[in-house]
């Protein structure tokens, strides 16, 4: 039998969000209050869906910008890995969502203990291979050190141990078809504002652009 | 011996033309243990779709895309290979090595291997496929590959690329076998790329409903049929009827690209029959396309670009085609006499044609297909709307529907809601109802 539908349910991309995640969720946001979760409550979950009124419209931007960040954060955290398996780097989040890119990282690395300091809250958060999260007040070198005095080297991870940037560079480099430039859709994959986060500040794609105005001049 | 930083310049660059978008896969998430333990493996096709890096053409770079060789026997005459001094290829262990230090920097988020054919396709590819065992069994990458598939390779090679791949391709390059000859003269249309396209085919099927038979979780949960079901069922169109199947080994499907441009006579028309056949006969995912861009030292050097709209409108129409359901026959009503797709989109022309002889749709009575042939409905919109109806909702004002996602300044020529249309622009234009429009005000 199949499952009845809420008439008002936007399917898709923009399907909006429940009740239910919307009260898991909020409370990751900077400005959470609990005055806004007492209004998610009031709302119908079909005018919040649709951001029927100017209460679910604010909800779902607060909403849109938790998501963003743990998106961001996906894609442009920048990592490395030792050879005991311990995979470091470090993020900028303004929102509580370190858990969700923790998350994200151990389903790809199982086997490896992931750490991520936050510059914002300059708190170093670790999840563990049975996806256990701790958080210390520490700065990633010692604890990146201190969690892998006690792990044993994993070949495979020690055949990895060179500097990987400059293979990034160029292979970034030799992908660009000039005849297809297109700056607008650039600047739309990659708003100004993620080159301010760590693992794209001093970023190959940065680099490039400038690089070649340099040669110009 | 050219270091591995000089291998990435020269055969990434090779490959810039070659051309992948998805790395969605639902393998991870139905059967998680394809490739061991997934407590043990590295990589994850879950949470895909996230891309890692752009370059500066907006384009999204997110897979591991070089040659694994740039040896060729062939001599295509718009490739890149052809004009390429330096020869060089990779080692299985130096390509798996340079691949699991870039994932684990995250800024790729798979592989895409493609290769010029060195010796013959058979050794080239086995070398392939070693670097892609290395990866999968000595790295334990259970990431997403796309593997692209080599003109003129044995069946059991093909065999072996499908179970480590979650995606295949063979390149097609044109739509005729007289076209691909003009560019490529010693590819043999019909046995190097259709015969290996309906191998494909025919091993996936296979595989897949062996595989689902000895699957035990899902004969407990009465799942065996529906997924069979969705192997199997196709629309009357005959294209498939879920892109998604769901299937245990290669379930991203295959796809294909084009060269478009690079044949002199080739149409639009020509690349959309072809397609439009590939999804048919050859359960294919999706096809792309690649303006053709003259290269400096190969024998098309000297001939004009394609412009990249042409790639655009080719795009337009694959998905009408592929999502909207669309009919080959229906677009063959829009080309123009030389068989090109006209000047903007597709959907409008098609629409421009439909009604002439149809009335304008009513949102409230309209059938899902009658919807989607509007501009500015797509299938989310149009399920939203039927949705809705289903709830006894009735749409009264324009801004319902755009409280549902309908994009009203292409919608509104044709759409009509409590009786009445949207003035537009181009009705001024019309004398006819400017007159019964100024008789009216003085009445």
């Not at chain 1, 009740?19 to 209050?33: A, D, T, W």
């Not at chain 1, 030792?82 to 303004?94: A, D, E, P, Q, W």
């Not at chain 1, 300091?117 to 050190?145: C, M, S």
């Not at chain 2, 139905?30 to 891309?51: E, H, M, Q, R, W």
Request: aromatic share 10%; hydrophobic share 35%.
């Amino acid at each position: 039998m199949t499952k009845k539908r809420d008439p008002l349910e936007v399917i898709g991309c923009a399907k909006g969000y429940s009740h239910e995640e919307l009260i898991k969720n909020i409370h990751r946001h900077s400005r959470y209050s609990p005055e806004i979760e007492r209004q998610i409550i009031t709302i119908p979950e079909a005018i919040l869906r649709n951001s029927g009124t100017q209460m679910a419209k604010k909800i779902n931007k607060m909403m849109r910008e938790v998501f963003t960040e743990a998106y961001r954060a996906k894609q442009f955290t920048r990592t490395e890995i030792n050879n005991r398996g311990v995979l470091f780097g470090i993020v900028s989040l303004k929102h509580n969502v370190l858990d969700l890119v923790l998350v994200y990282f151990h389903e790809r690395w199982p086997q490896c203990v992931i750490c991520l300091y936050n510059e914002q809250t300059r708190e170093t958060w670790i999840i563990d291979e049975k996806g256990a999260i701790r958080q210390f007040h520490q700065p990633l070198k010692k604890v990146v050190e201190n969690i892998s005095r006690d792990r044993r080297i994993v070949p495979y991870f020690e055949d990895i141990q060179f500097s990987g940037e400059e293979i990034f560079e160029t292979l970034y480099k030799s992908q660009f078809i000039a005849e297809r430039e297109n700056k607008q859709y650039f600047k739309k994959m990659i708003p100004d504002c993620c080159f301010e986060l760590p693992g794209m500040k001093n970023g190959v794609e940065k680099r490039f652009r400038n690089k070649k105005i340099n040669e110009f001049l | 011996m050219p270091s591995t930083l000089e291998k990435i310049r020269i055969l990434g660059e090779n490959s810039k033309y070659d051309i992948c978008a998805s790395t969605a896969s639902s393998r991870t998430e139905k059967y998680p243990g394809l490739f061991g333990d997934p407590k043990k493996t590295i990589g994850n096709t879950v949470s895909a779709g996230i891309c890692h890096s752009y370059t500066p053409d907006g384009r999204c770079m997110s897979l591991f895309k070089t040659l694994y060789t740039n040896k060729c026997i062939y001599n295509c005459k718009y490739c890149f290979s052809h004009s390429c001094k330096h020869k060089v290829s990779f080692t299985p262990e130096e390509y798996a090595r340079t691949f699991m230090k870039l994932y684990s920097m995250n800024v790729v988020e798979g592989v895409f291997i493609s290769s010029a054919i060195c010796g013959s396709a058979d050794q080239t590819t086995e070398e392939m496929l070693e670097a892609i065992r290395l990866l999968r069994f000595k790295y334990n990458f259970g990431g997403y590959i796309h593997f692209k598939c080599l003109p003129g390779v044995s069946q059991s090679l093909l065999k072996d690329a499908i179970s480590m791949s979650d995606r295949i391709s063979i390149n097609s390059e044109a739509s005729t076998k007289e076209f691909l000859s003009e560019i490529a003269e010693q590819k043999d249309f019909y046995n190097d790329i259709i015969t290996r396209q309906r191998w494909l085919k025919q091993i996936r099927i296979k595989h897949n409903e062996e595989a689902l038979k000895a699957m035990n979780d899902l004969k407990a949960d009465n799942k065996l049929e529906e997924q069979e079901k969705m192997i199997k069922e196709r629309r009357s169109d005959g294209y498939k009827k879920f892109r998604w199947d769901g299937a245990p080994i290669l379930n991203c499907g295959q796809t294909t690209q084009f060269v478009v441009g690079a044949a002199e006579e080739e149409t639009d028309l020509d690349l959309l029959k072809r397609i439009d056949w590939g999804y048919r006969k050859i359960d294919l995912r999706r096809a792309y396309f690649s303006s053709f861009i003259p290269i400096k030292g190969t024998p098309l050097g000297s001939k004009q670009a394609a412009p990249l709209e042409r790639e655009h409108r080719l795009y337009q129409s694959d998905w009408l085609m592929r999502i909207y359901h669309f009919k080959l026959k229906d677009l063959e009503g829009v080309v123009t006499e030389e068989g090109n797709l006209p000047k903007g989109d597709p959907k409008i022309h098609l629409a421009k044609e439909y009604f002439k002889h149809h009335k304008r749709v009513n949102p409230n009575e309209a059938s899902y297909q009658e919807l989607l042939r509007v501009p500015g409905i797509g299938p989310i919109s149009a399920k939203r709307i039927i949705n809705l109806r289903t709830q006894k909702f009735v749409f009264k004002r324009r801004q319902d529907l755009r409280a549902v996602g309908v994009v009203l300044k292409r919608a509104d020529p044709y759409i009509l809601i409590d009786g009445h249309s949207q003035t537009t622009l181009h009705h001024f234009s019309n004398e006819d109802y400017m007159e019964t429009q100024i008789k009216e005000f003085y009445c």
